[in-house]
Every structure is written in structure tokens, then in C-alpha cells.
């Protein structure tokens, strides 16, 4: 930690480790990482746990090379490059060495030399000394030594980075030692460390003892073994052991809060869970309270008499199917009762029905026929399935509150996956609407995209959003790799408003970028440089342009007719003002991004009914997030698809201004049809 945030802890009453380790709080966001935790770091300590805010993802090539390079730091000199190579189980060890420092170049030559025998491999070092290093050497080296160094680099893995952003060790620095040591490896002299090779170095120079070489060579060789021993401890890591934590397990445990405490004897868990207000009503309390035996009966009584059958349905036929006659006999018959809601105009009711099928045999034609499968009948019925969505869809209810409105409404008895089941179930019904979303899009002259995360166990995923006047896509991708809108939007001729996410510039449709994302980054970087006359020349001519254009669009609407006029004023602007040369830096960026993106600014003023910003997309990409916010622990790539297909299919519906709930039992499959009625 630096003084700084010593003193800031201090002035908290933090002043030793272990009281620090009682500030870590778990994640509370788990769509924003943070850097490193020191109080996630002193809680490692103070259990004696690591702790794995994320497991390393560590590939298995081929060839793994551990490299470890010695230096003499104020001579800018580097002398010794120690490399482990294995391959499969065996292990082969290097070393070279330079007496002088004319002689470096050699020792990276022969270690060049080595490494282009090999394919497939990977450089693992520990920190950015031995990157630095090759850089360093790379300038002074022949072309083709240039790009084996620059391949080497390209293919190297610090695994440092691990260690400092996603493992927290109960080790008092990140160093490679103490994360050795703790792994129970052990260097042959005690004394062996980065100062003390310096030392050594300087001794074998003045003596030319092999004594002094020998050691360091024994220490930058057992450096790389150390190396070795951590990489694959960081590959077996999977968070399942007593000593590993995953951090987003951990529960904050607070004594104002509601939640469970962990005791830590035993004999108070159980004493606890017997004090649980539904134990002691159920077990306890009726066994001596009249009034509560009574009203726990009435209530078991109450629950067998809600589901009473008011409709009787038998499946099986009067005639056989095959040749019609009348002399059939069931067989392995059997019945089940289906909950449902039925729709009537004043208003809903529940029907329970009980139908009857199974197995019948015609006595004259001697055949067999299944009529209905009494265990692939859903105990549900499909209207109730709908109600059930739409609140949860429409009027974001939680499943737990949908649960206690058909229980007390209707007295119907729903579980959370069976309440999962029906959105699952009535998404896969619409899918065709869904698709049909996309290609009325395609077919339009304007689409808004944007896109936001949406964090899986662990896994970014991205919510993608298309949006124009009357429709609502969003798609669900893995990753913000934005090839596979290029299949999607193979159709589309329109103009696409987006903000300045360069994987959008591989689009080949026009395009308009999203002028409020520009201003807002105007206005930020001018609040922090005030005093950059050249920068500010830029956010004031920009304001003037864009007011102007703005006091056009309110007075007339996006009409190029009364928009025509500022393409003059934007190439006034930029001769005026962009094409000038600058001397600030940040002006300077600027001018670049308004020279890479000029066709794409102001591309409005020539089409009508094409707006300046990105809103519609923005204001779409509104109820994913709420929705994200409420589940965001129990997200999954199936969950979120379906999802979002229902949500599509709701902002539609009210773009078109049409009633989701209205359109769902009506039994349509098409919003733009229904909507013409």
C-alpha cells in the first residue's frame, strides 16, 4: 500500500492487518471490477485462505519455456538468462551467461538459437523485468533477431498479473519467494534474492571466483523451477478445497442485516435453527396454543380444497380411428388434473380440469392407439402460463411476488423453477415474432444500436440493442465481438445511429454517430483542461455549429430540406477551426477523431427523419438493466435468451402502442399484423 492510503486507513482507526481484514466487503457490483484489494489481501493473511476473485485461465501449450534473466540494474547490464524448457514430462534446464557486458548481445543470440527448434510454445516470467529486457536488447540487435524477440514477446505470459488481480495469497507480498515459499518450495541458500545476485555478481568480477558464479547460477536456474512450481499451482486452483475461497461465495455478514449467521460452534446452529419462526409455529407453539393448531389445520384443510375439479375431460373417442367402430375398451387409462385461468371479458377465473386418457383397443380391427400420455400433460394450463409472464415481463415482478398474487388470488400453488418453466415455455412459442422483429428492422431506413454487459458466473457476456421508431430487438452474445452483425444486418440499406465503438466501423451501411457521446467527452476533458485556449476554440466553435443546427431541427423537424442549409456551416467549421494546426496534444486528438468520423457526424443533414443522437437505443437498453439488476445472481445464457425475446416483443408492442398482455391472448404470432387491426 502506498503512505497515502496508509494515512487514509489510519485516519479510519485501521492501523494493523488484521483490522483491516475486517473492512473487505464482497463484490457489491459484479459488473465492475475492481484493482487490487488490499483488505481481500490482509483477509487471505488473517485465515491462512487464498482467496480467487477470478480462476486463472491459463492455456496448455505444447512447449512451456520459465524464463528468469539477472541484471545489473544501475549499469543497465544484463548477464544471466535462466530458462526451464518442458515439454510433456521432461524438463530440460539452460543457462547463459556473460562475463561482459559486450558479450549480452551472445547470451539472447544463443537463447534466440534455442527457442527456434521449438513450436507451439509459451514464455511464462514473473514481473516486467524480462520484457523490459528484450525490448531493451531488440533495439541494438540484427532485423532477424528483431522479430524472434518480438515473436518471443508476443508470446509470453506474466504471471504476476494473476497473482495481483485475481489470487490473493496469505503471503505478505506478491513476491516470486513468498509465493514460493508458501508453496513449500525452497531455494538451496537461504540468502539467495534479487540485492544479494547483485552482490554476488559484483564479487565474482573482483575475484573471478567460480564459487560466487556457481551460485548464481544455481539461484536464476532454481528461480525458473519456483516459476514452474507456481504456474501449475495456479492452473490446479479451482476454488472446491478448504485453503481456496472463491470471493463471490463469500456472504457479507452483518448483525443489521437480515440474513443467516454462521455461528462458530456448532451447538448454536442448532439452537438457532430451532428458533426459526416456522419451526417453532409448526413444531412448537401448536402442541400448547389452541389457536395456532387450529389455524395451521384449517389452513392444511384449505389447501385440498381449493383445487376442486369443476370440469371433467374425456379424451378417449366413441369410434376407432382406423375403422370407425364403436366396440373399442381402454387400457391402461389414467387421469390428471390441469390448473388454468380462463379470460372473459369483465374479467379472469380459475378452472381446474381433470382430464382422462391413455391406451384404448379396437375388438374389431385388433389395433392399439394412445390417445394422450397423461404424464407429458403440463399440470399448468397455458393462460395461466401467460398471466404469470406478463406480470412478469410488463410489471417486472419478482417470481416470488407473482407466486403470493396466484396464491392469494386464485389459491394456486406455483414453485420458482416452475414459474421459470412458463417464461421458457411462452418465449420458444414466440420465437417467430422475435425473428420477425429483426427483419422489419432490416427493412426500415434507421436503426439505434448500442450494447451493454451482462455478467454469467463470471463470464462477460454483452446485451446487444437495436431500436428504431416502432420496433425493439435485443440479442444476447458472449462476447462484444461485433462480426456477427454483419450476417445480421446483411439486409439493411438504412442508416445506422450508434455511438463510437469502432467494431460498428466495419459496417459497410451508412452511419451516424451519436453527436451527445461527443459532447459529453467534450465537456469532460474540457472541465479537467480549462486553460487550453486551443481545445477550448474547438468545444466553442462545436457548441455554436451544433445550437444552430439543433434551433433547425426543433423549429422544422428532421426534414433535409430545412437541414440542407448547415452543410456550408459544418465546412466552414471545419476549415475554420479543424484543419488549423495545433501545438496542444488534446486538441490535436480531437482533431483527429472529427477527421476520422466527419462523414459520419452530420450525416443527418442529408436524410429526413434521421436523428442526431443515439437515445432510442439508450432509453431500450433501460428495462434489460433493471431486470439485470434484480437477478444478477442467478443469471444464465438460457435465462437471459429468453428473456429477451419476450422483452423485444413487449417494447414493440408498445412502440406500436399496443397492450403486451392484449396481444399475448389473442393468440397473434404477428405484432405488425395485430397492429393494423
Not at 540485492?195 to 558464479?213: A, H, P, V
Not at 451447538?267 to 393448531?293: G, M, P, S, W
Not at 462477460?460 to 450476417?487: H, I, Q
Not at 408498445?654 to 395485430?674: E, V
Amino acid at each position: 500500500m502506498k503512505e497515502k492510503e496508509i494515512e487514509q486507513k489510519n485516519n479510519r482507526g485501521v492501523f494493523s492487518v488484521k483490522q483491516l481484514s475486517y473492512s473487505f466487503r464482497p463484490k457489491k457490483n459484479p459488473y465492475r471490477k475492481r484493482k487490487f484489494l488490499p483488505e481481500l489481501k490482509a483477509l487471505a493473511i488473517r485465515e491462512q485462505k487464498t482467496f480467487i476473485q477470478e480462476i486463472p485461465n491459463l492455456t496448455q501449450p505444447r512447449v512451456e519455456i520459465f524464463m528468469d534473466i539477472e541484471g545489473v540494474p544501475d549499469r543497465n547490464f544484463y548477464y544471466l538468462i535462466g530458462v526451464v524448457v518442458k515439454e510433456g514430462k521432461e524438463i530440460c534446464e539452460y543457462s547463459f551467461w556473460a562475463d561482459t557486458i559486450e558479450k549480452q548481445q551472445d547470451i539472447f543470440i544463443q537463447m534466440l538459437d534455442l527457442f527456434s527448434g521449438l513450436n507451439d510454445f509459451v514464455v511464462y516470467h514473473y514481473g516486467a523485468y524480462e520484457i523490459q529486457a528484450l525490448k531493451q536488447i531488440a533495439k541494438n540487435i540484427s532485423k532477424s533477431y528483431q522479430d524472434k524477440l518480438n515473436f518471443i514477446i508476443s508470446h509470453s505470459v506474466n504471471i504476476l498479473s494473476f497473482i495481483s488481480n485475481d489470487v490473493y495469497t496469505p503471503t505478505y507480498t506478491n513476491g516470486l519467494k513468498d509465493i514460493a515459499f508458501h508453496l513449500g518450495f525452497v531455494w538451496s541458500d537461504e540468502k539467495a534474492s534479487g540485492l544479494q545476485s547483485i552482490f554476488w555478481r559484483y564479487k565474482w568480477e573482483l575475484t573471478n571466483d567460480s564459487e560466487f558464479k556457481s551460485k548464481l547460477l544455481k539461484y536464476n536456474i532454481e528461480d525458473c523451477n519456483a516459476l514452474l512450481r507456481i504456474k501449475n499451482w495456479l492452473q490446479s486452483l479451482s476454488g472446491s478445497s478448504d485453503k481456496e475461497v472463491l470471493t463471490n461465495s463469500l456472504k457479507q455478514q452483518n448483525i443489521f442485516k437480515w440474513g443467516v449467521t454462521v455461528f462458530a460452534i456448532d451447538h448454536f446452529n442448532e439452537i438457532n435453527a430451532k428458533a426459526y419462526f416456522d419451526y417453532q409455529r409448526e413444531h412448537i407453539f401448536l402442541r400448547t396454543e389452541k389457536k395456532v393448531y387450529r389455524a395451521i389445520t384449517k389452513k392444511k384443510e384449505a389447501s385440498k380444497r381449493y383445487n376442486k375439479v369443476d370440469k371433467k375431460v374425456n379424451l378417449f373417442p366413441e369410434n376407432c380411428e382406423k375403422c370407425k367402430s364403436v366396440n373399442i375398451k381402454k387400457f391402461r387409462s389414467s387421469k390428471k388434473t390441469q390448473i388454468d385461468l380462463i379470460f372473459m371479458k369483465q374479467g379472469i377465473k380459475k378452472q381446474v380440469a381433470e382430464y382422462e386418457g391413455g391406451a384404448y383397443r379396437c375388438l374389431e380391427c385388433k389395433s392399439n392407439f394412445m390417445v394422450e400420455n397423461m404424464q407429458t400433460l403440463p399440470q399448468y394450463g397455458y393462460n395461466l402460463m401467460l398471466w404469470s409472464v406478463n406480470q412478469k415481463i410488463q410489471y417486472k415482478l419478482s417470481s416470488e411476488s407473482i407466486i403470493n398474487l396466484l396464491k392469494d388470488s386464485f389459491k394456486i400453488s406455483v414453485s420458482t423453477t416452475q414459474m421459470t418453466r412458463f417464461k421458457e415455455i411462452i418465449a420458444k412459442k414466440y420465437i417467430a415474432t422475435y425473428k420477425e422483429i429483426i427483419k422489419n428492422m432490416e427493412n426500415s431506413n434507421l436503426i439505434h444500436i448500442d450494447e451493454t454487459i451482462a455478467r454469467i458466473k463470471g463470464i462477460d457476456g454483452y446485451v446487444w440493442v437495436f431500436a428504431n421508431y416502432d420496433s425493439v430487438y435485443y440479442e444476447f452474445r458472449e462476447t462484444r465481438e461485433p462480426e456477427f452483425l454483419k450476417e445480421l444486418l446483411k439486409d439493411f440499406n438504412g442508416v445506422l445511429v450508434s455511438d463510437f465503438y469502432t467494431g460498428y466501423d466495419s459496417l459497410e451501411c451508412d452511419q451516424q454517430k451519436c453527436l451527445v457521446h461527443l459532447i459529453r467527452d467534450l465537456n469532460e476533458d474540457f472541465l479537467k483542461n480549462q486553460l487550453d485556449e486551443e481545445f477550448k476554440n474547438i468545444v466553442t466553435e462545436f457548441g455554436n455549429l451544433l445550437r444552430n443546427i439543433i434551433e433547425t431541427i426543433d423549429k422544422y423537424g428532421l426534414k433535409q430540406i430545412h437541414l440542407n442549409k448547415h452543410i456550408k456551416d459544418v465546412e466552414k467549421f471545419y476549415s475554420k477551426v479543424v484543419f488549423k494546426e495545433f501545438e496542444s496534444e488534446l486538441a490535436f486528438s480531437y482533431k483527429k477523431r472529427l477527421l476520422k468520423y466527419r462523414e459520419k457526424l452530420f450525416l443527418f443533414l442529408k436524410f429526413d427523419g434521421i436523428p442526431w443522437n443515439n437515445n432510442n437505443a439508450e432509453h431500450a437498453i433501460k428495462p434489460f438493466a433493471k431486470w439485470r439488476k434484480k437477478i444478477s445472481k442467478s443469471l444464465t445464457p438460457q435465462n437471459i435468451e429468453n428473456h429477451l425475446i419476450l422483452l423485444s416483443i413487449l417494447e414493440t408492442c408498445k412502440y406500436q402502442g399496443i397492450n403486451f398482455y392484449d396481444f399475448l391472448i389473442s393468440g397473434a404470432s404477428s405484432i405488425y399484423n395485430f397492429s393494423e387491426k
